[in-house]
């Protein structure tokens, strides 16, 4: 899957924003002609997901003429927008470029929502954009990062996505990138996370029983799977093996292996929350060439299953489910992408650690990031816009 930040200018100026986007021009995007070579080459590669993002991706003008061409070459295309700028005037363009899924983020009921997003009135607008896609038949999917100023509002969100006939839910945890770095004290505590997550399977299930085929995904911590197989475990004791070979069948945490992110000036990255990490320039390489090589250590590192992972990480019995989750968190915090990731809600005893096995918090790879790395050099800031 490639998510692909065609544009960095966006309506709004979101706390957690990882693209530091802002209502401003960016100098340097690749032009329509760019996007469609670079697609050309993603179909050749095998590449069977676009996620075409932003900034807000409705602001740029060549939009569905991306979204139709990225159809026609059989891609399965998807938009993730803030759902601000939905509405009449381009509902029927929307609905005819042929998205297979529209995502659109809340942050919370009402005014939660309006104050992560630093706008009076985004959530009535976003629900408005919401229920048009609805009303022409798009699949729509709700996408929530919790923090602890927004964890209250999940049960009446998961409400609101059953009321309003939206039967996807996208739960992200808060990944230290961009604004979400500066914002990380919000982050959610571990016993919050654990009550989110029981609310989560909970509702699932419930939504199963009574025969509504609605999906809950969750992001940008891959201890959820280790979480999950332990609920499965207290609740369904006789699926709990095929539960944990689905699992390590997944493989945990994809970035740099099946996930990759492209963003705005062209820049390759491992995924979406590695801006800081360039791996190359689609308009120097090819993505199929810069996908390829190995010779940067963080790629080499990221494609090794189990991950070289060092602390409570690399002593996790679960490694093959989780393959040591978020490498930015961790890099953010210790400086060392291979250090345990300081988002693991999980307890000792869950990972397998027994009060008498020590856990070694060393570096296990030379690859080490400073703490604070800086944006990558080729994409620069607006001017006025604060970081």
Same mark, same amino acid.
């Given at each position: 899957?490639?998510?692909?930040?065609?544009?960095?200018?966006?309506?709004?100026?979101?706390?957690?924003?990882?693209?530091?986007?802002?209502?401003?021009?960016?100098?340097?995007?690749?032009?329509?002609?760019?996007?469609?070579?670079?697609?050309?080459?993603?179909?050749?590669?095998?590449?069977?997901?676009?996620?075409?993002?932003?900034?807000?991706?409705?602001?740029?003008?060549?939009?569905?003429?991306?979204? &139709?061409?990225?159809? @026609?070459? /059989?891609?399965? +295309? =998807? !938009?993730?927008?803030?759902? *601000?700028?939905?509405?009449? %005037?381009?509902?029927?363009?929307?609905?005819?470029?042929?998205?297979?899924?529209?995502?659109?983020?809340?942050?919370?009921?009402?005014?939660?929502?309006?104050?992560?997003?630093?706008?009076?009135?985004?959530?009535?607008?976003?629900?408005?954009?919401? &229920?048009?896609?609805? @009303?022409? /038949?798009?699949? +729509? =999917? !709700?996408?929530?990062?919790? *923090?602890?100023?927004?964890? %209250?509002?999940?049960?009446?969100?998961?409400?609101?996505?059953?009321?309003?006939?939206?039967?996807?839910?996208?739960?992200?945890?808060?990944?230290?990138?961009?604004?979400?770095?500066?914002?990380?004290?919000?982050?959610?505590?571990?016993?919050?996370? &654990?009550?989110?997550?029981?609310?989560?399977?909970?509702?699932?299930?419930?939504?199963?029983?009574?025969?509504?085929?609605?999906?809950?995904?969750?992001?940008?911590?891959?201890?959820?799977?280790?979480?999950?197989?332990?609920?499965?475990?207290?609740?369904?004791?006789?699926?709990?093996g095929r539960v944990a070979a689905r699992l390590?069948?997944?493989?945990?945490?994809?970035?740099?292996?099946?996930?990759?992110?492209?963003?705005?000036?062209?820049?390759?990255?491992?995924?979406?929350?590695?801006?800081?990490?360039?791996?190359?320039?689609?308009?120097?390489?090819?993505?199929?060439?810069?996908?390829?090589?190995?010779?940067?250590?963080?790629?080499?590192?990221?494609?090794?299953?189990?991950?070289?992972?060092?602390?409570?990480?690399?002593?996790?019995?679960?490694?093959?489910?989780?393959?040591?989750?978020?490498?930015?968190?961790?890099?953010?915090?210790?400086?060392?992408?291979?250090?345990?990731?300081?988002?693991?809600?999980?307890?000792?005893?869950?990972?397998?650690?027994?009060?008498?096995?020590?856990?070694?918090?060393?570096?296990?790879?030379?690859?080490?990031?400073?703490l604070h790395p800086a944006p990558v050099s080729?994409?620069?800031?607006?001017?006025?816009?604060?970081?």
């Amino acid at each position: 899957m490639v998510i692909w930040n065609l544009i960095r200018r966006c309506n709004l100026t979101c706390k957690h924003c990882y693209s530091i986007s802002a209502d401003t021009d960016f100098a340097g995007e690749l032009s329509t002609a760019e996007v469609h070579t670079v697609m050309d080459d993603l179909k050749a590669f095998g590449v069977p997901v676009l996620i075409l993002s932003g900034g807000e991706p409705l602001l740029r003008p060549d939009i569905f003429d991306i979204a &139709r061409r990225a159809k @026609a070459l /059989g891609f399965y +295309v =998807g !938009l993730s927008s803030n759902g *601000t700028l939905i509405g009449e %005037h381009n509902i029927g363009a929307i609905a005819d470029a042929g998205f297979d899924y529209v995502g659109i983020s809340l942050d919370g009921i009402g005014v939660t929502h309006d104050r992560f997003r630093r706008l009076a009135g985004a959530f009535d607008a976003s629900m408005a954009g919401i &229920r048009l896609c609805l @009303a022409r /038949g798009l699949k +729509v =999917g !709700l996408r929530y990062t919790m *923090t602890e100023d927004n964890a %209250h509002d999940l049960p009446p969100l998961l409400r609101l996505a059953e009321d309003e006939g939206i039967s996807k839910f996208y739960f992200s945890h808060l990944n230290y990138a961009g604004r979400g770095n500066k914002h990380r004290a919000d982050d959610a505590r571990h016993q919050t996370t &654990r009550r989110a997550m029981e609310l989560l399977f909970e509702t699932c299930m419930a939504r199963q029983q009574r025969g509504l085929a609605h999906e809950f995904v969750s992001g940008n911590n891959d201890a959820d799977g280790i979480y999950l197989l332990h609920w499965v475990r207290r609740h369904f004791p006789a699926h709990a093996g095929r539960v944990a070979a689905r699992l390590r069948q997944w493989g945990g945490n994809a970035s740099g292996v099946n996930v990759a992110n492209i963003d705005n000036l062209g820049v390759v990255h491992p995924d979406t929350m590695w801006w800081h990490e360039a791996l190359g320039n689609v308009r120097e390489r090819p993505f199929s060439a810069i996908w390829r090589d190995l010779s940067n250590p963080l790629m080499a590192g990221l494609r090794q299953h189990p991950r070289r992972v060092g602390g409570r990480c690399g002593q996790c019995a679960h490694l093959d489910i989780c393959n040591g989750s978020s490498r930015v968190r961790a890099g953010q915090i210790t400086g060392d992408v291979w250090a345990e990731d300081p988002g693991c809600y999980l307890s000792d005893e869950e990972i397998g650690l027994t009060p008498d096995r020590a856990v070694e918090r060393v570096r296990t790879t030379p690859y080490v990031r400073r703490l604070h790395p800086a944006p990558v050099s080729n994409a620069p800031k607006a001017s006025g816009v604060k970081a």
